[in-house]
């Protein structure tokens, strides 16, 4: 199976998954095989990250709290299972905000620079300050999904932030690589195009602490 075959089975993958999320979350929120589809895979995602970075103290305690919140959820405590859902929905994009902006800070390599060197081999001084701007513009998107969804939550039925967090964030990601892969061909066409599994490959070998060099 080649490259753009596996992205659309995962494309549609996605797809059903959000569907199904949404409808659990509505019909749901707080049996416990719903609770374990829903936070399952991101909690796993994040302890898998943490145990394969040297943190497994971290990792163990994280999972010991994911579970325990999890169980007194199901079991009708005092956190509501939608507490948990919303928790996780901006939880997981301000946290990727921290981390994208921290890469901003003098003495830092944008995180987006990082990759594009990583692809590309090395950065040119119009691709390093384009790539700066790319790593802001993805601060700006965390930022904003994250206070709309917890604005949805306060103001909207849980019905209506439901269908955000899991319908129209993945759709707004797609929408983000799609524009940024447009405008940054159409700005500067003399960057060298890339194929999608060599940016994955870029993202899958990144290190955070090689990022602390000198700033592009």
């Not at 994208?100 to 001084?125: D, K, N, V, Y």
Request: aromatic share 10%; proline share 6%; net charge positive.
């Amino acid at each position: 199976m080649d490259t753009r075959a596996r992205c659309l089975l995962g494309a549609a993958g996605g797809l059903a998954y959000a569907v199904l999320s949404h409808q659990l979350m509505t019909r749901a929120a707080d049996q416990p095989l719903a609770l374990l589809a829903l936070l399952g895979p991101m909690a796993g995602l994040a302890l898998l990250s943490l145990w394969r970075g040297g943190r497994r103290v971290l990792a163990a305690l994280l999972g010991g709290v994911c579970l325990a919140l999890a169980v007194q959820a199901a079991q009708g405590g005092r956190i509501p299972p939608q507490w948990l859902y919303l928790g996780q929905h901006a939880g997981i994009h301000f946290g990727l905000g921290v981390w994208f902006a921290s890469t901003l800070r003098p003495g830092r390599q944008p995180l987006i620079s990082a990759l594009a060197e990583r692809t590309h081999g090395g950065l040119s001084p119009a691709l390093a300050g384009y790539t700066r701007k790319v790593t802001a513009a993805w601060c700006v998107y965390f930022a904003v999904m994250t206070s709309v969804s917890l604005g949805l939550y306060a103001g909207a039925p849980f019905e209506a932030w439901s269908l955000f967090a899991n319908v129209l964030t993945p759709l707004s990601l797609v929408l983000m690589f799609a524009a940024e892969y447009l405008l940054r061909y159409r700005l500067h066409p003399e960057f060298e195009r890339v194929g999608i599994t060599a940016a994955i490959h870029a993202w899958n070998s990144y290190d955070p602490a090689q990022g602390r060099g000198e700033p592009q």
